[in-house]
């Protein structure tokens, strides 16, 4: 009797307002799966970058509508800045000015001058970059990383890989860009790094974001280098990427322990990373044509010949293999000149 | 009634969306609480034939979109949330407030502990002990919305 009762009770199906589909550990593995299928997608193999692309315009409307509470604060703080305030930012400002035109005319001179003596030396004309102004729209949202989203994006005829300045030396560089906006990943990020020289006695070397905090690591550096603390590191400008000779950080601490063979150097940024609005998109023009004009175009004349030759014929391998050689002697020399 | 609250839960969720993108800078970043993972934590409780895990999934999505990340992470990280706010969905009607708030807390805590791990396996650093913080502003904001006559349904409606 217990026993058909029982088997009863089994046949007996849940009721329909009970049922919710597959059970929640289906959906978490289901998922999950998907989640995980998703950032393989996305981080090892670039799929996803126009889907993110569309979605983030779609978004655009959504973060205007967003950022309007402040924006219309700070405009309201502006229209209402006293009359005696805007005055004196007059004048600091047409002071500023004439400052600069002064600099701007001997620069001019020197620029001119810079020029004529290149053409006598038959070098490289040195290359003018253009930049687009931009406004940062809001800090990153990930906590993890050290971004920023500034207002100028794909329409704009911005492309990734691009610096960004600001008035005090440069922030970052741009990593991703959407039609209307794109993100900058800050100097300070963990990610990036950037080629520098120590301004005081033109020493190279490779700036790291530290990540945590607002600071710069100078890694891989001996112990007995010659930097001081309150040095200025400048870009090196051998990237291709950053312009020559922008202020990037100041050495603030420089720790070396006996037992590690590297000094330990912390650096502060001296751009306005996390406090200024306005930034500056620096392009550098033509970075291909930039890299072969750098070689001497003989010595790649002769590259070519001698891959030729030993694409061409394997027997004669032996007798042009001098070649090669010969061509590493020069381009020692090269350098040491 | 049905269409109602379909249509409560979609504008309650572009509300949070907002909120998400709103200018956060600073300390303020630090603070941000989780408004998404709120939202969706309330409709699972509240609405569970509605919002189950897939919506949490499809949310988190729209925070990795905001946030800029590689796809997924987020996502990934409210999925395993919302599983353990389903499985004990039941139970957590029966709680009263306080008992429903601990409860929040360690979802809340559940889900930035799986985002930690996902972001530390893509090569993230760890940023200390105030990345915990939204846990516990998040918290705080559901203790203000229960107070303000948020109905998160079972004992804690005030019988």
């Not at chain 1, 589909?21 to 998907?34: D, H, I, Q, Y």
């Not at chain 1, 990593?175 to 020493?203: C, F, H, M």
């Not at chain 1, 930034?279 to 003989?298: D, G, K, S, Y």
Request: include cysteine; proline fraction near 4%.
């Amino acid at each position: 009797m217990a026993r058909h009762f029982n088997n009863n009770l089994e046949q007996q199906q849940a009721p329909a307002f009970f049922v919710r589909g597959p059970s929640a550990m289906a959906r978490l593995a289901f998922f999950s799966v998907l989640s995980l299928a998703l950032m393989a997608a996305d981080s090892r193999l670039q799929y996803l970058l126009s889907v993110r692309q569309t979605l983030q315009t779609l978004l655009h409307p959504l973060q205007i509508l967003a950022n309007a509470p402040s924006q219309l604060y700070r405009d309201a703080g502006e229209y209402f800045s006293t009359h005696d305030y805007l005055l004196s930012e007059n004048k600091h400002l047409k002071q500023h000015a004439l400052q600069q035109d002064i600099a701007l005319q001997k620069l001019n001179t020197l620029a001119l001058e810079n020029e004529h003596l290149r053409q006598l030396l038959e070098a490289n004309k040195t290359i003018v970059q253009t930049s687009v102004a931009a406004e940062i729209m809001h800090v990153g949202r990930d906590l993890f990383s050290r971004k920023i989203i500034v207002n100028r994006g794909g329409s704009h005829k911005i492309a990734a890989g691009e610096a960004v300045v600001d008035a005090t030396g440069v922030i970052g560089q741009v990593t991703r860009v959407y039609p209307l906006t794109s993100e900058v990943t800050l100097i300070t990020d963990k990610s990036l790094a950037i080629p520098v020289q120590i301004e005081r006695n033109g020493l190279r070397a490779i700036a790291f974001g530290h990540g945590r905090d607002n600071t710069l690591d100078l890694p891989y550096l001996p112990a007995n280098v010659d930097i001081r603390r309150g040095d200025r590191l400048v870009t090196s400008g051998i990237d291709g990427v950053y312009p020559t000779g922008l202020s990037v950080a100041t050495v603030s601490k420089i720790g070396i322990t006996p037992d590690s063979p590297f000094a330990h150097i912390i650096c502060a940024p001296t751009g306005g990373v996390e406090n200024h609005r306005q930034v500056l998109v620096v392009r550098m023009p033509n970075i291909e044509v930039q890299a072969e004009a750098e070689l001497a175009p003989t010595l790649v004349l002769k590259a070519i010949d001698a891959q030729k030759a030993v694409k061409e014929s394997p027997v004669k391998l032996e007798a042009k293999q001098k070649k090669p050689a010969q061509l590493n002697h020069m381009s020692k020399q090269h350098v040491h000149e | 009634m049905y269409t109602n609250k379909l249509k409560s839960i979609y504008l309650s969720i572009l509300l949070a969306l907002i909120c998400l993108l709103l200018p956060w800078s600073g300390f303020a970043l630090t603070m941000r609480p989780d408004f998404m993972l709120l939202v969706i934590i309330f409709w699972l409780i509240r609405a569970p034939n509605l919002c189950n895990v897939g919506t949490a999934w499809f949310v988190g999505l729209f925070v990795d979109l905001a946030t800029g990340g590689i796809f997924g992470q987020y996502a990934l990280a409210y999925t395993i949330t919302a599983f353990f706010a389903v499985s004990y969905q039941k139970r957590l009607v029966l709680f009263n407030g306080t008992q429903q708030l601990f409860y929040v807390f360690i979802l809340l805590f559940i889900s930035q502990v799986s985002l930690l791990i996902i972001k530390t396996f893509a090569g993230a650093q760890f940023m200390g002990w105030t990345y915990f913080l939204p846990s516990i502003s998040g918290v705080l904001l559901w203790f203000i919305a229960v107070m303000f006559g948020l109905d998160v349904g079972g004992r804690s409606r005030g019988n």
